[in-house]
């Protein structure tokens, strides 16, 4: 048992770090408009075993941004996740994690501010899948609602959440309260998430980090 938890706690901690490395590289050339970024998202650990496909593997979910004329792309590719799950891809404004990867303890259950439904992801047979969205995504996603004046507000970070809560039930020993992030507002617990940047605390959606104020903000 000591051995099996030991090798899960280090498939988490590489995810974890690689996810990391590829989010501080995207914010470390983050001085003007990029065409193309690249980063991964880490995985809620409390869920991971919900969603993996075996224990000799982690799971992993690679997204790649890249721009365009009149909108961009974003292409989410997973692998090693268990075959037949469904998850709904949101846009959001805040994450749980520090750049580093440790929770946040200011994060407030389910407060991840402005969300933005972008698609529904399913895992293939072959224990992955492919997810492609085209709308207005680097620098300038965001939401207002003018009836409440909520002023714009950015979505730079991307995550999933469990569609089914039953398909993350067997990871805790409380019942599963739903969420509202799928098309019935009754999602489960979010699965993998993007981290912020290093310095600026802002989600990877932004590459062009105005540095003159503070907190810093993006240039649309």
Request: charged share 20%.
């Amino acid at each position: 048992m000591t051995t099996s938890l030991t090798r899960k706690a280090a498939l988490l901690a590489t995810t974890v770090l690689s996810a990391i490395a590829a989010a501080s590289a995207s914010a470390a050339v983050a001085t003007g408009k990029q065409d193309e970024i690249k980063f991964d998202l880490i995985p809620n650990a409390a869920f991971v075993d919900c969603i993996r496909a075996d224990y000799a593997h982690q799971p992993k979910a690679h997204v790649t941004v890249t721009r365009g004329k009149l909108n961009d792309t974003l292409t989410l590719d997973l692998e090693w996740f268990k075959p037949g799950l469904q998850f709904d891809l949101f846009t959001i404004e805040h994450s749980p994690f520090f750049e580093d990867g440790t929770k946040d303890g200011s994060f407030k259950a389910n407060k991840f501010g402005m969300a933005w439904y972008q698609s529904d992801v399913e895992v293939n047979k072959g224990r992955g899948g492919r997810t492609q969205i085209k709308t207005i995504l680097l620098d300038q996603i965001f939401g207002f609602d003018s009836d409440v004046n909520l002023a714009p507000v950015n979505t730079f970070h991307v995550g999933f959440w469990f569609n089914n809560p039953a398909d993350a039930q067997p990871c805790s020993k409380d019942p599963i309260k739903p969420t509202p992030f799928n098309g019935e507002h009754k999602a489960g617990p979010f699965a993998m998430i993007s981290v912020p940047g290093a310095r600026s605390n802002l989600g990877p959606l932004c590459t062009d980090i105005d540095w003159s104020v503070s907190p810093a903000r993006c240039n649309p």
